[in-house]
């Protein structure tokens, strides 16, 4: 079943060509689906009813992949950033010949307006946005892998199957973004705001939400793995499809409606005050 599932995976890039972040997009996503497949498998399904169902869960795949751009990383990086923060990389104009060679792994663009920018595909591996405006930014499909978001603006920005471990969300503003199918292992977002975040189809295995306020997150056909939500409070948080027995939520503070889903999942729900 494995590889039924890891060409699934290649069908849907087929189409694509190769773009930086495609190698640990396509491995998040394989780790994503065979664990849903396990899951089902343990509830008792059978290969193909598991197989069937856990393809299903990931519908927004095709999104992802119609918003991964044909263009290189070079071309794209030469198109969507604002000219002030392309001069400011090289420091020189934009007419400089080494432009076509800007390298945005592990660049420095924080404290700068960054609304609306496209970086989708982009390898932006370490690269810096603390205190940033990229309020409806583009990463989708991005290689961000220790990346720094640091206090950044960030509404509405789309993240869909980017690669986001170690990244740094602390103190952001991530109210409606959307974080479908990304790999988060070690990432943090102690502080983070998280109204109305989407983090449907994503690996959140081991995160920390201990202490958040979370409102309206959407965690459907996650992975949430010794993910924990110690002391949080939660208010209409949806779990559709997700396995939700191995995460930790002692003490945490929430609605009826999320308790009695939780409960009826079999969530562990020690010391768990309802609002």
Known sequence: MKEKLQKFLNKAFDSYGEFPARADVTQELFDIL???FEDLKNQGKTDEEAYQATIDSFGDVA???ENVPHTSAKRRAETSLPKRVMEGLLGAGTDDPKF???????ADLSNTDLRGANFSGSDLSKAVFDKSNLT???FIGAALKGASFRDA???GASFYGSDLRDTCFEGANLTNAKLKGAGLQRALLAGAKLVGANFSGSDLGGISFDNQALEGVIFD???LKKTSFRNATLRDISFHHTAVKHAIF???SMDKVTYAILKGANATLNGVTIL
Do not use: F, H, N
């Open 34 to 36: 065979l664990e849903k």
């Open 63 to 65: 999104e992802i992949m």
């Open 100 to 106: 076509k060679d800007i390298v945005l792994k592990m």
């Open 136 to 138: 409806e930014a583009k």
């Open 153 to 155: 603006t960030l509404i």
């Open 221 to 223: 056909s996650s992975s």
């Open 250 to 252: 002692d003490g945490a």
